[in-house]
Structures are given as C-alpha cells and as structure tokens.
DNA sequence: GGGCTGGTAGTCAACTTTGACTAGCGAGGG
DNA sequence: CCCTCGCTAGTCAAAGTTGACTACCAGCCC
C-alpha cells in the first residue's frame, strides 16, 4: 500500500494531464505535504517509476513559457486506472493504524460511487473490530494479563486507537448515508485541483526545500 | 525522528551488550514488527550505521554455540545514550501523528525519571493544543470554511484524532502520577527483554520472512 | 545414516525516501 | 542596464526499507 501512489495516480486523474510541478502543487493545496511524505522526490520518483511501470504514459512536452526546465507530462493509463482504484479501495477498508493511508483514501472517495465507499467503509468498521479482538486476545491470554508493567500502555494505546477510529468511521458512514457530499455519478463532481495559474488559497508560506535563499 | 534507532538503542541499552538477532527478538517481544518498520533488514541497517556514526560501539565476536554465521556484539556508546535520550524525549512530546513514534516512546518511557516523564508528556499535550489550533485556524479562516466538500473530512479526522490523542495522554498521566510504573531511580526496573535462551511467551507463531519453508 | 525440519544469525539487491542542489526566466529596484 | 528575488520545474547522492535469500547446526524420524 502506497499512500504516494495512490496520491500521484489521483492527482494526475483528475487533470487528465499533468506534469509534476502541478502535481506537487496540488497535494500541498490538499495538505499532504503535511500528513503524509508528499515530499518533492517523492512525487517525481513516484511519477518515472509508474511511467515506467505502465501506469501513467508520459510525454515530453517543449518547456513552459513560464521558464524552469522541459517538463514532462503524464497522462494516467488503464491500468493506471485500475491500480488507483485497487490502492483507493484498500486505503478505505484495511486498517493499519497509519493515518495517511486513511486520509489519501478520504481524498479520492468521492470518485467512488456512495453505495460502494459506504460498503467500503462498513468493511473498515469489521476490520478494526477483527484487529481490536485480535490484538486484546493476544495479549491478554486466559492466565491474567500478559504484558505488565507499562508495555501493556503500548496495547493500550492501540486499542483506544482503533476505538475512537472506528467511532469517526461510524460517523462518516452516517454523513455520507445521510446524502453529504457529491460521489461519482451523481452530477457535477467537486474537484479539488487548481487550474493552470490559478493561485493556492491554502499554500502555507512555507519554502520548498529546494527554493533558493 | 527515527524509530527504528530509537528502538535498537534501547534494546542494547537494556541488555548492556546485544547481537542483531537478540535485538530482533527484543523488537518482536514487544510487538514492535507489528506496529513499526522493526524488520531484520533495517535492524541489521541501524545497527551497522549507528555503529559507524559512534553510538554503538561493534565487537567481532566467535560464531555462537547454537550454529548459525559469527555474530557482532554492539554495546552503546555515551554519544549513544544522548542519542538514545534525545530521541526518546523527542517521541513522547512532539505530536507527529505516527503512532509508532509514541508507542516506541512509551516502550522506554520508565528509563527517565517520573519527574520528566509528567514534563514531557505535559509539553505533548501543550503541542497537541497548538497543533489544533494551527490546523483548524488554517482550514477555516474568518470567510467561513475554507475546504468545502469531503475534502474537510480529512482536516475532521485529523482533528479527531488530535482530541482523542490528547485524552488519551491525559489518562497516562494521571496514571503516572497516580504512581502506576516504576520509573527511573525508584528501585528494581522493570526490564521487558528476554535473557539469552529464554523463550517468547509472545511469539506470534508467524515465521521470519527468512525462515526456510 | 540420510534427510527433513526448525532455530540461529545475518546478507543482499531492488526499491523508496529525503533533503540539498541546479537552472532558466520575469519582475522590480536601484 | 544590471542584479537579485522568487517562481517554475526538476535532478541527484545518500540514507533507509523491504522481502527474499544464505548458511550452519541440532534434533528427530525413519
């Protein structure tokens, strides 16, 4: 499970074409550079291995009026489309207690049709209640409890975690059941890109790494 | 903030002196391959490069009785412990959202004193406030919410998460203040590794990616 | 007494991630 | 008119991660 994959393949499907300057701008407008390792290199190696990979074809295109070097630009495949579908899927159902993983997923649900993300989403709930059973069985056998000491608040954590995750899916399930949100075939999509030039709202005045002094 | 250092220098740490495969065991005894990146590969990688940077301090040493190839001892070194000190205070008060960086950070919490322990995780919820604040300012600006659509849901979950973070840390401190644990320079530790030749009560059963079939 | 299994201890190549670095162009100041 | 700043767009080496693979020995079974 790739939570840069998932993200790039999102990103460039959603414009249909993009090169990687625009997909890096749009993940810090979705915040990701902050919740997961969008980090440039990231992005650009993501991009070239998937390319090579047949999952986005790239093209070369002449560079931008706007100066800065040839780039490149990449248009998302069948299989690319698939394997975003498969990693969207996964990132909504598997619990894994990474947050990013979620979060990418929550980015992309919309692309889903509603009867599938709830379904989805329900799988989830199951999933972190089999996890919850698993872990609690394991470490507290029949003879008392198995990890003393402060060890044990390491599954203590855990535990708590899955629980209020499951409480936020639970909540989620209802918005979405109760009609929130725009999913996929049911009109006008609410896409979250910024078009060519178009200024970032949310950028956070932070420099990129590599941004001269 | 790496974990996996965090991790192996405290488990040589605690044995005083440690091969590779003792410090994978350790790993495994906490369940630590279950919720961070403890694999052999980068367990084997820290040691060798904490070794070369002069954390851990490497001896050759004859191939053991049990079979199997020679084996390195490392023991840690005073850059070490810094090292080992820093990365652990650094665990338990910055809220990063990895949960493995406070499960390692609780694994090692009873080496400082109970005094600094209650600092550090006072200063975690101080970081969790303002890490709120911050995001909540920044996604919902005086023009009414920012992030329309299902793009909110993922600042909510993360907003989630940082409350029941917070709780959650609440609860462990009370506990430790409450005198649960037995913290640094109160007598006889509680030490969570395995004497040479003692088994894992623990042991998933699962098999080491290694282990031939 | 030969083979199989399981435990000990670790290596390695392929891949991914990180953070620093490069390079061109336009706008604006002096 | 030149120089710096900031934006566009990306490369690269070093570090870290992954999962498969190696090699040795002991005990057991037949």
Redesign the interface.
């Known amino acids: 499970m790739s939570v840069i994959r998932l993200l790039v393949l999102g990103a460039v499907r959603q414009h249909g074409r993009a090169h990687g300057y625009q997909v890096r701008n749009d993940l810090e407008y ?2 990701a550079h902050e ?1 997961s390792n969008a980090k440039p290199g990231s992005i650009y190696h993501a991009l070239k291995q998937m390319a090579k990979q047949g999952l986005l074809h790239a093209h070369e295109v002449a560079p931008s009026t706007a100066g800065g070097p040839p780039r490149t630009e990449y248009e998302i495949t069948g299989r690319g489309t698939e394997e975003f579908f498969r990693l969207l899927r996964e990132a909504l159902t598997s619990y894994d ?3 990013d993983v ?2 990418a997923g ?2 992309f ?2 692309d889903l049709e509603r009867e599938e993300a709830l379904a989805l989403l329900e799988r989830r709930m199951r999933a972190i209640g089999e996890w919850r059973r698993a872990v609690t069985e ?2 507290t056998p029949e003879e008392g409890p ?6 044990g ?3 203590d ?2 535990v ?2 899955a629980d ?1 995750g499951a409480d ?1 899916t639970r909540g ?1 399930i209802e ?1 979405i059941r109760g009609g ?3 999913f996929a075939g049911e009109g006008e999509p ?1 896409v ?1 890109v910024l078009a060519e030039g178009e200024e970032n ?2 950028a956070t005045g932070e420099r990129h790494p590599g941004d001269a002094r």
């Open positions: 979705w915040g919740w207690q990474k947050p979620l979060s929550l980015g649900i919309v394991y470490y198995g990890q003393p000491g402060h060890i608040e390491i599954m954590l855990w708590h975690s209020t936020w989620l918005r929130a949100y725009t609410f979250a709202p949310y």
